[in-house]
C-alpha cells in the first residue's frame, strides 16, 4: 500500500521509519508522474512488509520538497535510517527503480 505523505508527517512517517522507505514527489498536472505511479504501485505491494512507499505531491507541501531541493518530478527518493541513499529523476523503467530497492535491502 501507498502511504500519502505531506509536510505535516513527513517527519514520522519517512525520517523515523525503521524499515527503507521510497519517497515519490509528484504532482496531478505531470504526464510522466503518471507514468511513474503504476510502478510505484506494484512495488509497493511487491515489497510489502520490505519497504515504505509512499508519494508526496510537490503542489501541496512546498516544505519537504524545497527541503529536499525537488526541482523535477517526478522525483524518487530512497531513504534508509532518515538519511538519502539513492535517487531518481524522471521516468524510468521498473527494472530501474528495483534494483535501487534491491541494493536497500
Known amino acids: 500500500m501507498t502511504i500519502?505523505?505531506?509536510?505535516a508527517n513527513f517527519e514520522e512517517i519517512v525520517l523515523k521509519s525503521?524499515?527503507?522507505v521510497i519517497v515519490d514527489f509528484w504532482a496531478e498536472w505531470c504526464g510522466p508522474c503518471r507514468m511513474v505511479?503504476?510502478?510505484v504501485s506494484?512495488?509497493?505491494e511487491e515489497y510489502e512488509g520490505q519497504v515504505v512507499v509512499t508519494?508526496?505531491?510537490v503542489d501541496s507541501n512546498p516544505g519537504v520538497s524545497a527541503k529536499y531541493g525537488i526541482r523535477n518530478i517526478p522525483t524518487i527518493l530512497f531513504f534508509?535510517?532518515?538519511e538519502i541513499?539513492?535517487?531518481q529523476v524522471g521516468a524510468v523503467p521498473k527494472s530501474n527503480l528495483e534494483a535501487k530497492l534491491?541494493?536497500?535491502?
Open 102 to 105: 534491491q541494493a536497500l535491502l
Open 18 to 20: 525503521d524499515k527503507p
Open 55 to 57: 508519494k508526496l505531491d
Open 4 to 7: 500519502e505523505v505531506n509536510d
Open 37 to 39: 505511479s503504476p510502478i
Open 80 to 82: 534508509n535510517n532518515g
Open 42 to 44: 506494484e512495488l509497493s
Open 85 to 87: 541513499v539513492d535517487k
